[in-house]
């Protein structure tokens, strides 16, 4: 396994990609995204010691949008266990767009195939305890605070609100979902909660310490205090692996070799066993949806580091 990052090297590596953070566009279909600075880049790393090292804007916060679904579908796990999740959302990589609905018709039992896709999300999202919207997102924003260890772990209202007032995909995918059984609750609660958990906001070293906790086999890293069932972690960086970079994670795969999760704001979670987690920040994405110099950094990072788990 890689010996340890210094600081000077990630910061040369960062530079070195800088000149990337023009290329690509910021997701726009979320009005409030749209705020975000092109020009924005950062990386840290935590270790499964605990140990961490960061670089560039690692004051910032943002929304960690779909890298949530890794960490909603832990705490699904364990709210219902593992058959009743996977009795409603199934396991395999879908070759399609994350907004995409033509599987949720043409799949035979009609279920979301993954939790890593918009459909699959929410039905997982539907599935977290409690008795009214502000109970279930509490109950995630505190399974962030425990799992980052920063109690003033929160949302931010403009995203939520923003994304909230213009989901008619996910709407029409929870709908769709809410015919066929697999969604039970309320669609509209379903949404506020959904739309909540992707506007969850972190820093660059809160996002690689959920990589932490799941490359230490869900267990915080200082501590060893078991914060997610080890099987559950598993399964969880097992789906970054399959399907966490879209519809581009085989080549992410090869090339990168680093199971990782990306979301629209430029954030990708990546989390290699027994090393440590890896996050990433830059908002202008790839028509995939994926941070253009997130790639080129956790590439980097993998290359000269060995990181590649294949
Ligand atoms: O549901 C959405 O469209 C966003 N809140 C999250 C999308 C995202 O980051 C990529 N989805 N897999």
Redesign the pocket.
Known sequence: MSQKITKKQLNNWLEDVKPLVNQGKIASY?PALERQDPNDLAVSISYVNGDTVSCGVTKKTFTL??VS?VISLALALMDHGEEYVFSKVGMEPTGDP??SIAKLETSNPSKPLNP???AGALAVTDMIKGKDVSERVERLLNFFRNLTGDSSIHYNTEVATS?FDTAFL?RSLSYFMKQTNIIKGDVEELLEVYCKQ?AIEVTIEQLSTLGAVLANNGKEPRTGRELIPEHFARICKTFMVTCGM?DASGSFAIEVGIPAKS??SGAILGSVKGFGGIGVYGPNLNEK?NSVVGLKLLKRISDQTQLSIF
């Open positions: 979320i949008q779909s679904k994350f907004y890593m896709i918009n994304e996910n992707c879209y979301g629209v949806g």
